[in-house]
């Protein structure tokens, strides 16, 4: 894995659940500006899925085993958008609380997948 960009995506992750943890303080739901935050990070999470799916198959290996390595990279991938769609849903402050728990978890899993891939 890319050290840089693994902490790119956890440190974009984390901005963006301060970002909208403090919307939901403030008692707002996500707005537009949220979800371009959004945006960035998923596009730095693909940038991820990417560069694992290829270093996969110039045939390294993650330390703790292929398929949970996988699994991690896929469930990075999804959970700020998953969030992203919950809170279209609930257009209160627990939209925006939504959203930095989805974000909390991304920064979560970067720091999994770089324990996995054994860094």
Avoid at 66 to 91: K, N
Wanted: aromatic share 8%; net charge neutral.
């Amino acid at each position: 894995m890319l050290d840089a960009l693994t902490v790119a995506v956890a440190v974009t992750a984390l901005a963006l659940a301060a970002w909208c943890g403090h919307a939901a303080y403030k008692d707002q739901p996500t707005k537009d500006w949220h979800f371009i935050g959004m945006a960035v990070v998923t596009v730095l999470a693909l940038a991820q899925l990417v560069v694992g799916i290829v270093q996969l198959a110039r045939g390294e290996r993650p330390e703790q085993g292929t398929a949970v390595f996988i699994a991690y990279l896929i469930g990075s991938f999804a959970a700020v958008p998953a969030a992203g769609v919950l809170s279209l849903s609930e257009r209160t402050r627990w939209g925006s609380v939504t959203v930095a728990a989805g974000a909390l978890v991304l920064a979560v899993l970067e720091v999994r997948l770089y324990d996995i891939w054994g860094n």
